[in-house]
């Protein structure tokens, strides 16, 4: 089964959107600035249902949008339209035709994807993908922040309800937030989805080695609220301070 399936892309859209609507201003403000005169083409990756995408389009970006999920891609094509450039492949192993000037990756990429191999396999990936010169800028849940998969909730809207029950086990360094529910159909039924979502606890230090060791000459790490200002905070003290971290790197 598709982990990111129909119901589940509708309810992320209902329900997660807020956050990639933040992050897509903040995104957009870092370019601007570091890349006042920079080509606006960007490689979103991990595009989900377009929510960032959307923005940065607007902005008058050209956008090409990545993601594992076929049920996500079908809503971001409808969010985006047939000027955008939508491809189905896995973060960790991609290429593109040609390099971009920037790309982005919201909503914790590293986390989902296991272990540092694979992680590694994303950083270069996305260092293929960027040309020189070209920034890359994603965000990390931090330990503190993945303490918060430790919650029973329900959410209810007159389109969907949600179950969302998650537990982190940390001395495993992973946690896990299963999500049931039910989302309204176009023709006023209710479709039933549950996925279960697996987050892994990322060093931040082997993270910013990793960067490294890729090839990403200049890295530095900022809150989500403001791209533009390092954290004078070490790794380590940012995972214990913040729930979520950027990485905003220069290739």
């Known amino acids: 089964m598709e982990q990111y399936a129909e119901g589940f892309a509708q309810a992320y859209d209902e329900h997660w959107s807020p956050y990639p609507t ?3 201003e903040q995104l957009l403000r870092l370019h601007r600035t570091l890349d006042p005169d920079g080509e606006r ?7 989900g249902t377009g929510i960032a995408a959307a923005q940065l389009q607007q902005a008058g970006y050209q956008v090409t949008g990545l993601d594992v999920s076929a049920a996500m891609l079908r809503r971001a094509r409808h969010r985006l339209g047939e000027q955008a450039a ?6 960790a192993d991609f290429t593109v035709p040609e390099p971009f000037p920037l790309a982005i990756s919201t909503y914790d990429i590293p986390n989902h994807l296991g272990t540092l191999d694979r992680i590694g396999s994303y950083l270069k990936s996305v260092y293929r993908a960027v040309r020189p010169g070209g920034l890359f ?14 919650a029973i909730q329900i959410r209810e809207t007159d389109e969907s309800i949600l179950l969302y029950r998650g537990a982190l086990n940390e001395e495993a360094g992973y946690g896990f937030y299963r999500i049931s529910g ?12 549950e996925t279960t979502i ?4 990322v060093p931040l230090d082997r993270l910013a080695a990793t960067l490294k060791q890729v090839g990403w000459r200049e890295t530095y790490l900022a809150a989500p609220a403001d791209l533009l200002t ?3 905070d070490t790794p380590m003290v940012a995972d214990e301070r913040l729930p979520r971290v950027y990485f905003v790197s220069r290739r």
């Not at 939508?86 to 973060?91: I, N, V, W």
């Not at 800028?137 to 430790?150: I, M």
């Not at 697996?198 to 606890?201: G, M, V």
């Open 22 to 24: 933040r992050a897509a």
């Open 198 to 201: 697996t987050n892994h606890i």
């Open 230 to 232: 390092p954290l004078t």
């Open 86 to 91: 939508l491809m189905q492949a896995d973060a």
């Open 182 to 193: 039910v989302v309204r159909a176009a023709d006023g039924r209710y479709d039933r989805f």
């Open 137 to 150: 800028a994603f965000d990390v849940a931090t330990r503190k922040g993945l303490l918060g998969v430790n």
């Open 41 to 47: 083409r960007v490689l979103d990756i991990g595009c």
